[in-house]
């Protein structure tokens, strides 16, 4: 084995020919002998450039459609002896196999045709095989052979064969460790189609969690963990991973965490009246609908100014000037929305530390899918947590029927609850939050906490009462005991809606009933930890 093969023979054989013109060119130029497959030896020729046919290289004719072509030992031998192992070299004497210094290779296109809704039997025959039997091959004998995958990476072979007459053997190993990540992707891919989208399977046998990096991130949670993003492999829903990064410092892991939650929390309004999100480490400390994002805006502000210090924006419609130079009254980490106008872009280039993601589009609150997430030794998957609540499914079960208001702000306190952490307690009224407790250990402290978050911002705004006062307070999990429920009473609550389920509910309807609350069950539970 050397550090530097000569490259005198290479195959080729492309799905995707971007980039093939170069690449020829760099060849011809160093004479290499190029072997090619049908529609890349046709392209080959229409440049100009001599092509051998793979049929004529192995002499035995392509067949089945294309099924089979590279399939056979002159391929495969040329490919995977051992060049300096004497018995290696006396097989390839015998049988008359040709050494192949160099792959090109890109597989037929299953992720494509399954996105464009081909029917089965075209996407079977988009599932490669002889693609997939080279480049494991080549990438197998990389000490002697180059495996290239990606027309990224075809610049640097070319200089390397200009500079050194053939490739090295650290550009070799960077490759084969690249072939090998591509056909594991794609198998993985076709497994998962067979499982979900042929057998129906929600959760298989066998479960693949594939991705490309995007970039690298600025650190982890904390400065000494570090971090990546990566995009999944095929169609996937606009959110921030996918976002443009307009200005801004770089992005950390926190960053684009608690992005998302913002921008899951705004999706839940698409079709809703402008709406503002301010979250912190994960959880809302502020949502609003208003007549405008600016007034939106203030109103989402108006419920925690404090914790809002900091913290990520995301709004449910293209971004204005006005509502962009407000949010830069404070500091603000990101902000994230479908668009911004130029007056909106012009306020944020003002603070150049601010990071501002176009998603292009909200994502589907109630599309399916899985989420999943790591534990020691394992992965936990679940369905997404996709319910949508509507008021005809909801039961009045105390002796006072809800207002139209009181409904409007309970669904509206319900809708936020479902994306705060757990325990979560949600007070709203007139289409803003009044205060959030989240993430405690009981929901009665919940339920204490986001009441003294609405005094403390009563005090700060000079309004003689808190928003908590007249509000409904929505509660994701059933109240285990009455004392949840009489924690916002003496907030001044006038409406509850909650899953029910307890073994209590007739304690916690008794205790509603002799406040005048009016209460509705969803029997729908939205924990999320």
Known sequence: MTDI?????????LS?????????????????????????????????VEVREISEFTGFPEMMDGRVKTLHPKVHGGLLAVRDKADHAASMEEHGIGAIDLVVVNLYPFEATVAKGSPREEIIENID?????????AAKNHDYVAIVTDPADYSELLEQLDRQGGTDLAFRRKLAAKAYALTGAYDSMIASWFAFADQGQAYPYMRFIVGKKAQELRYGENPHQKAALYLPMGPSTPGVAQARQVQGKELSYNNLNDANAALELAAEFRNGPPTVVIVKHANPCGVASGDSLLDA????LACDSVSAFGGIVAVNRPLDGATADAICDIFTEVVVAPDADEAAVAAFARKKNLRLLLTGGLPDPARGGQTVAVIAGG???????????????????????????????????????????????????????????????????????????????AETHGWPEPRTVGSAVASDAFFPFADGLL???????????????S?????????????????????VRHFRH
């Open 129 to 137: 095989i002889g693609g997939p039997s080279m480049v494991r091959s």
């Open 503 to 523: 073994i209590r509910d007739d304690e916690v309807i008794a205790a509603a009933d002799s406040a005048g609350l009016a209460m509705v069950f969803t029997g």
């Open 5 to 13: 093969v000569p490259i005198r023979r290479a195959l080729i054989s």
């Open 297 to 300: 805006w203030s109103q989402a």
């Open 487 to 501: 924690a916002a009473v003496e907030a001044g609550a006038t409406a509850v809606i909650q899953p029910g389920g």
């Open 379 to 457: 992965l936990l998957v679940q369905d997404r947590d996709n319910g949508m609540l509507t008021p005809d499914m909801l039961k009045v079960v105390t002796k006072r029927e809800p207002t139209d208001q009181e409904l409007k702000d309970c669904l509206f306190a319900w809708t936020v609850a479902k994306h705060v952490k757990s325990n979560a307690i949600v007070y709203a009224k007139g289409g803003a939050t009044a205060g959030i407790g989240a993430g405690q250990m009981n929901r009665r402290d919940s339920a204490r906490i986001a009441a003294i978050k609405a005094r403390e911002a």
């Open 16 to 48: 995707d020919k971007s980039g093939l013109e170069g690449l020829a060119a760099g060849l011809v130029r160093a004479g290499v002998e190029i072997i090619s497959t049908g529609g890349t030896a046709a392209k080959l020729r229409e440049l100009g």
